[in-house]
């Protein structure tokens, strides 16, 4: 039997497997889907977010509800390929596409990643620099150093939870506002009913924050997830092979990635919530960093929200840097077919191993460069938005067959709401390419 978007219930026999899935706690349930939307909130992330509330007040509080369903979808839809055939994305797409397609876009996906990997780290050596003095630099490679070695010598299955347990830092966001004096009665005008602008400015704010939150990394990693955790279970198999499965982990993807997008969206809202209230409503309405926003953020909302700001910025980056090396690593693996995984020994997936060690070196290169972070991370926003179009329509493709998918394909609901999503990022393409350089 099909399962689709509207219909997400096979009629079998209960197993010993489904039942036991049925009994762990809502928090053991949510995996890839939560840390992938936690990871959506890097430190660059932060930037576009204080950016953003800087510059236009509470004026895009609306986008970031809008994207929440769009997010919702494509992430589901990535995380249905992983569970139903046990192979990545990129194994995926090497399996249906050209071989010189796929290598177009696996790509531009290592240059985006290696830039925000640079700008995070360096994000993180600034913040820590604000906590507590000293060289910025020697931070970043640091934590960098750190990150590397969590994700080479670390198994799975022990690494897994340090990144749910990273992705709560999130809550210093939150706490933030609350340190804060806000409008809310103004912060829900502007979200209910926005004021919006027909400027250049304002169109490129928007396609910062499409890009910023639907990202091709993220469609990569929470399918790679998905293959990890069933490779890492006794009795999880790919769903093609394996129907009496589907309901079970149907329903837990639907839970963990709507969790996951909701709280990532929420947690963004509240990024430009107090950027608006403490920089927009004093004049500081130009935002160049991370830091420079934690530093603004002390004389006006005092040095409790500027301390939760400043660890949520370090912490984040511990989360999404993984992430980001991660999701190269699984594309360029799962390309060559060669073996990929967290799970696996260096010596056992060499090429993926090297390729994550990799991008982690050439992005900590980055912070040494005299290339400016903002600039850099605009042409990564650039490489990103060539790459998410073609990429997202590739999955909805592939979604859709019968021969990668069995009985699993996608439709319904979900097949139009991944559609809309695509449509929605090549429009911000559009204006991207169309308003280059105005900004």
């Not at 990394?217 to 394996?242: G, I, N, T």
């Not at 903002?374 to 999955?395: D, E, F, Q, T």
Request: charged residues 15%.
């Amino acid at each position: 039997m099909s399962v689709d978007g509207n219909k997400d219930v096979l009629v079998v026999a209960p197993t010993v497997s489904t039942a036991t899935h049925q009994k762990e706690s809502w928090w053991k349930r949510l995996g890839a889907g939560f840390v992938t939307g936690a990871a959506d909130d890097d430190p660059s992330g932060v930037a576009t977010y204080s950016q953003v509330g800087a510059k236009f007040g509470y004026a895009l509080l609306w986008i970031m509800f809008l994207t929440i369903p769009l997010m919702i979808a494509i992430q589901m839809i990535s995380a249905r390929i992983g569970r139903a055939t046990g192979q990545g994305l990129a194994d995926n797409l090497s399996r249906n596409f050209p071989a010189a397609a796929v290598w177009s876009l696996v790509g531009l996906l290592i240059i985006a990643n290696v830039i925000n990997i640079g700008a995070d780290i360096a994000a993180m050596g600034a913040a820590v620099q604000l906590l507590t003095g000293g060289p910025t630099l020697a931070y970043g490679v640091g934590l960098a150093v750190i990150s590397t070695a969590l994700q080479v010598f670390v198994p799975f299955n022990k690494y897994s939870p340090i990144l749910k347990f990273l992705a709560l830092s999130l809550f210093s966001y939150v706490a933030t506002v609350f340190a804060v004096k806000v409008p809310w009665g103004e912060v829900l005008k502007s979200t209910v009913l926005p004021h919006i602008q027909w400027n250049v400015d304002y169109l490129i704010a928007i396609v910062a924050v499409l890009g910023t939150t639907i990202s091709p990394y993220l469609f990569c990693w929470q399918a790679a997830q998905e293959v990890e955790e069933m490779r890492d279970s006794d009795e999880r198999e790919p769903l093609k092979h394996a129907d009496h499965q589907a309901p079970d982990a149907l329903k837990r993807i639907a839970m963990d990635t709507s969790v996951g997008m909701i709280f990532s969206n929420l947690v963004a809202f509240f990024m430009i919530v107090t950027a608006a209230a403490v920089l927009h409503a004093h004049g500081k309405t130009d935002i160049q960093s991370t830091a420079e926003a934690a530093q603004a953020l002390k004389p006006t909302a005092g040095r409790f929200a500027f301390l939760l700001f400043s660890l949520g910025i370090v912490s984040t980056g511990m989360l999404a840097v993984p992430v980001l090396a991660g999701a190269t690593a699984f594309a360029v693996a799962g390309a060559k077919h060669a073996p990929y995984g967290l799970e696996k020994k260096p010596a056992q997936a060499k090429l993926f191993y090297g390729v994550l060690v990799g991008v982690m070196a050439a992005g900590t290169a980055l912070i040494f460069t005299p290339v400016d972070p903002i600039k850099a991370l605009y042409w990564s926003a650039v490489v990103n938005g060539v790459c998410a179009v073609p990429l997202m329509a590739a999955i909805m493709i592939i979604a859709r067959r019968e021969k990668t998918m069995g009985n699993h394909v996608i439709g319904g609901w979900l097949q139009r709401l991944g559609w809309l999503a695509t449509a929605v990022m090549g429009a911000a393409a559009v204006v991207m390419f169309a308003t280059l350089g105005k900004g």
